[in-house]
């Protein structure tokens, strides 16, 4: 059975950075994308960044990209942020899945979920 566990979150000021990570088990991260979502109160999960199972490749949505950077080592994926403001507040997830049909806006198209992480930016 697939396990993902996210870690890293907190309490941070803006401006800050932190290094969130998921640790996959029960299975390897061959052919298995790994993204990242968060979803803060009343508001919809919204998608962040994902990398393939297959290669390196690896993409990060507009609104974050030049402060999110996502990275992966054996089983683990990161997520470092960087500059972090109050509106990053949020849960942090990460997902997984194997479909071609996996898309970063859609979170229903991932297979597999962690917990969550709570983020929180503030002074």
């Known amino acids: 059975q697939l396990q993902l566990v996210e870690s890293g979150g907190g309490l941070v000021q803006p401006g800050g950075s932190l290094r969130l990570s998921c640790t996959v088990s029960?299975?390897?991260?061959?052919?298995?994308?790994i993204g990242w979502f968060r979803q803060a109160p009343g508001k919809e999960r919204e998608g962040l960044s994902w990398i393939s199972g297959y290669d390196p490749s690896s993409y990060v949505v507009d609104s974050v990209k030049g402060r999110f950077t996502i990275s992966r080592d054996k089983n683990t994926v990161y997520l470092q942020m960087n500059s972090l403001n109050f509106d990053d507040s949020a849960v942090y997830y990460c997902a997984a899945g194997r479909s071609s049909l996996l898309r970063i806006e859609a979170p229903e198209s991932w297979d597999y979920w962690g917990q969550g992480t709570q983020v929180t930016v503030s002074s």
């Open positions: 029960g299975d390897t991260l061959d052919y298995l994308a």
